[in-house]
């Protein structure tokens, strides 16, 4: 029987760890440059659905800020339908905050009844190729809905209705009762009918209203 040195043994053993290492190094760095692109397609399109998801909550809060005004200068209507015809701040609004999340608005639109639709394209490309992403928000309004307020005298023509003169040539316009606006929430609200037909909110009643208004997305 020969024995080996122990010095050969080690240096076999050295070069074989060696070898093992080099070949782990070698795998992790073939499976970096295999898994790079991925990750840089993933942060692409995680980014370009963050900014939809901004683009789409901005338009519906910028819907929220314009029916702010629209309370306070028109008066209650009737029904939340009857403000749909809003300035167009909300494209506006999602062009900058798309823009701010480093993406483009492709589309954007009304989805609905204060509903908004929004498709982005990110604005650096993974392998030439740009990522897309879609949102939808809404403004969740509180239900409200109006009875007439027996406490609160009808107002006819213009101002507070004295009795109708039955030698008058033209006929009075219609009497406008009171009302009391009941929204989910709320407190009730006494609403007085104006000179132009509409029932006027106070700030702070457009306040309290709002309120109670949020943004969320839907998908």
Not at 90 to 110: I, K, L, S
Not at 140 to 166: I, K, N, R, Y
Request: net charge negative; glycine share 10%.
């Amino acid at each position: 029987m020969t024995l080996k040195p122990r010095g050969q043994e080690g240096e076999r053993g050295a070069a074989a760890l060696a070898l093992l290492t080099t070949g782990i190094i070698l795998a992790l760095g073939i499976f970096m440059v295999m898994a790079a692109p991925l990750t840089q397609a993933s942060d692409s399109k995680a980014r370009s659905r963050s900014a939809a998801d901004a683009a789409a909550l901005a338009a519906v809060e910028a819907w929220k800020i314009d029916l702010g005004d629209l309370l306070s200068s028109e008066g209650w209507l009737g029904d939340w339908d009857d403000y749909e015809g809003l300035p167009e701040g909300a494209a506006e609004a999602a062009e900058d905050y798309a823009q701010r999340n480093g993406a483009e608005v492709v589309e954007a639109r009304r989805d609905g009844p204060w509903t908004y639709y929004v498709k982005v394209r990110s604005t650096t490309s993974s392998k030439g190729k740009f990522a897309e992403s879609e949102a939808t928000a809404t403004l969740d309004l509180p239900d409200c809905d109006t009875d007439e307020d027996p406490d609160v005298p009808m107002a006819m023509g213009l101002g507070m209705a004295d009795e109708p003169d039955p030698e008058d040539e033209e006929p009075e316009e219609p009497a406008l009762p009171g009302l009391i606006l009941d929204c989910a929430g709320l407190d009730d609200i006494d609403l007085l009918p104006s000179d132009d037909g509409s029932y006027d909110l106070v700030g702070d009643i457009v306040d309290a209203l709002l309120g109670e208004s949020h943004a969320k997305l839907t998908s």
